[in-house]
Nanobody, 122 residues
C-alpha cells in the first residue's frame, strides 16, 4: 500500500498563500488518483480537491474553486495543493489521500496520510 506524508502547512494571514505537498512511497504513484480533504475542529472531514492519475481530470469543492489548485508530478511521486486567497474558514488539518480512481478518492476512501495543520489568521 502507498504511504503518504503531507508537508507545507503553517500559519498565514488571511489573503495569503500556502502550497501543500504530499509525498508518496511504497506504491505505484502514477496509478493512483489523489485527493485532499480537510477537517476543522469540531467538524467532519470534508472533500477539498482531487486529481486523476494522469492529472487530466480535477475536482474541487465549491468552497475552494478559483482559490485552490491541485496538481501532481508523477516523476516526483508528489501531489500538491496550491492555496491562494486564504480565509480563516480554511483553517483545518489537511489530509492527502490515494485511491484507485477519482470517485473513490472523492468519497473519502483509500489510503490517507497523517495530515498537516493550516491556520489562517484574520
Amino acid at each position: 500500500q502507498v504511504q503518504l506524508v503531507e508537508s507545507g502547512g503553517g500559519l498565514v494571514q488571511a489573503g495569503g498563500s500556502l502550497r501543500l505537498s504530499c509525498a508518496a512511497s511504497g506504491g505505484t504513484f502514477s496509478s493512483y488518483a489523489m485527493g485532499w480533504f480537510r477537517q476543522a475542529p469540531g467538524k467532519e472531514r470534508e472533500f477539498v480537491a482531487a486529481i486523476s492519475w494522469r492529472g487530466g481530470t480535477k475536482s474541487y469543492a465549491d468552497s475552494v474553486k478559483g482559490r485552490f489548485t491541485i496538481s501532481r508530478d508523477n516523476a516526483k511521486n508528489t501531489v500538491y495543493l496550491q492555496m491562494n486567497s486564504l480565509k480563516p474558514e480554511d483553517t483545518a488539518v489537511y489530509y492527502c489521500g490515494a485511491a484507485p480512481n477519482l470517485s473513490t478518492v472523492v468519497s473519502g476512501q483509500g489510503n490517507w496520510g497523517q495530515g498537516t495543520q493550516v491556520t489562517v489568521s484574520s
